[in-house]
């Protein structure tokens, strides 16, 4: 699959807020705090907190995106705040390129680790398993932190020293 990764321009963020309506996994809240980091992002380009990694087909259209940044008050931790793929383009390699993207950057700059919390919803049940298929280790279950029967799930991945 073809895909352009570039940074996310404001002319994007229309575009974005339907691929994410479409995502079957994401509900009201979600996609109303995915817009909110989205907004935060383009609305203070001098920010350091969020980094968005966006794939664009050939019409330059969004076809998924990453945001990711550094954890205050860490030696050289990151997290995964959002990876998403639009519903056409999921199964087909597309998560697995941002996500190795992602990962290249924060090698890049000396980064140590990656950390991606999800919920243990059975909706998010491919999701877990993207994640351990990567490389990526269960660290911790937080039982009932969503709400009484759905748990964070904490996965982590470790980098080599550079």
């Known amino acids: ?37 989205i907004d935060t992002y383009l609305q203070n380009p001098d920010q350091k907190d969020y980094v968005f990694i966006l794939a664009c087909d050939e019409q330059d259209r969004p076809m998924g995106f990453a945001c990711y940044g550094p954890t205050p008050l860490t030696d050289r931790t990151f997290d995964l705040y959002w990876i998403a793929v639009a519903p056409e383009y999921a199964g087909q390699g597309l998560g697995s390129r941002i996500l190795s993207e992602v990962e290249a950057r924060i090698v890049e700059t000396k980064g140590r680790m990656l950390v991606i919390e999800t919920s243990s919803s059975p909706i998010y049940h491919l999701s877990r398993q993207f994640y351990i298929k990567y490389g990526y280790t269960l660290s911790e279950t937080l039982k009932d932190f969503y709400m009484d029967g759905e748990d964070r799930v904490t996965y982590m991945k470790k980098f080599p020293s550079a």
């Open 1 to 37: 699959m073809k895909a352009m990764l570039r940074p996310l321009l404001n002319e994007d963020r229309s575009d974005l807020e339907r691929m994410l309506s479409r995502i079957k996994e994401f509900d009201q809240d979600d996609q109303s705090l995915a817009l909110e980091l």
